[in-house]
């Protein structure tokens, strides 16, 4: 089955630093990815929706500068969180479909901790 | 997305049937319902969806009513592996409105 990976599972960076995630659809093509970011206790909150070639579209309240998203094949979508501060310490989660009238499928998530 | 209303939280002996509902009264006519659990730090897994006709595959079924304003997850023989954050979500395919929205869910226990 359709199958959504990221890496890293698990990054502990300093504050100030910035940090990548990756998104991989690995058996299947996806022209979108969305991005998801979900505190402890809470449900998923949607950040972005990945775009292959195209800029990634934000949600309200979502900075653009901060969580750069890069969708440059039809495999891959990338997360930057620029600057990192411990509030962006949050659990990470890509998803993508197969197409339009396919159900999304999630990768396992990047726990990001910011110390 | 239309919102979606679900119990917080319900337990389940193992091995007994799990029928989680879900209220979805502004739903629209091109909207499907779908079902999502996430087991603790993992990503969302997908269970099953329907437009208006009720759908079983092998994780569980779906029971949607004839208005379509609800619908009812049912794992037939709930496992303690099925303690999970239960998702109804209303989902259309079209455009941006194909993003997933998610509300609190359900936190089923599954008990011995």
Redesign the interface.
């Known amino acids: 089955g359709a199958v ?1 990976s ?1 890496h890293p599972s698990r990054v502990i960076c300093k504050s100030g630093t910035s940090v990548k995630i990756e998104c991989r659809s690995l058996d299947f093509q996806a022209t ?1 990815m ?1 991005w ?1 970011r979900q505190f402890p206790k809470q ?4 950040m972005a ?1 990945s775009n292959e070639g195209s800029k990634a ?1 934000y949600e309200q309240g979502v900075e653009k500068d901060k969580f750069l998203i890069n969708h440059a094949s039809l495999t891959l979508s990338t997360l930057t969180v620029t600057s990192a501060h411990p509030e962006d310490s949050s ?1 990470y ?1 890509c ?1 993508a ?1 197969l197409g ?2 396919s ?7 990047t ?1 990001l901790t910011v110390t | 997305d239309a919102k979606t209303t679900q119990p917080p939280s319900m337990d389940c002996a193992e091995g007994r049937a799990a029928n989680l509902p879900c209220n979805h009264s502004t739903i629209s006519g091109n909207e499907y319902v779908y079902w999502y659990r996430q087991i603790h730090s993992q990503g969302p897994q997908y269970i099953i969806h329907g437009l208006k006709n009720n759908e079983t595959n092998e994780m569980a079924s779906l029971i949607i009513t004839e208005d379509r304003k609800s619908s009812t997850l049912i794992l037939p023989h709930a496992t303690l592996r099925d303690t999970a954050v239960y998702y109804c979500i209303v989902r259309s395919h079209t455009g941006t409105a194909s993003k997933l929205t998610f509300g609190t869910g359900t936190r089923l226990q599954v008990t011995l």
């Not at chain 1, 449900?43 to 949607?46: F, I, P, R, V």
């Not at chain 1, 159900?103 to 998530?109: E, K, M, T, V």
Request: aromatic letters at 16%.
């Open positions: 959504v990221q979108t969305f998801y449900s998923l909150m949607l929706t579209t659990f989660i998803s479909n339009p009238n159900p999304l499928h999630f990768g396992n998530g726990r």
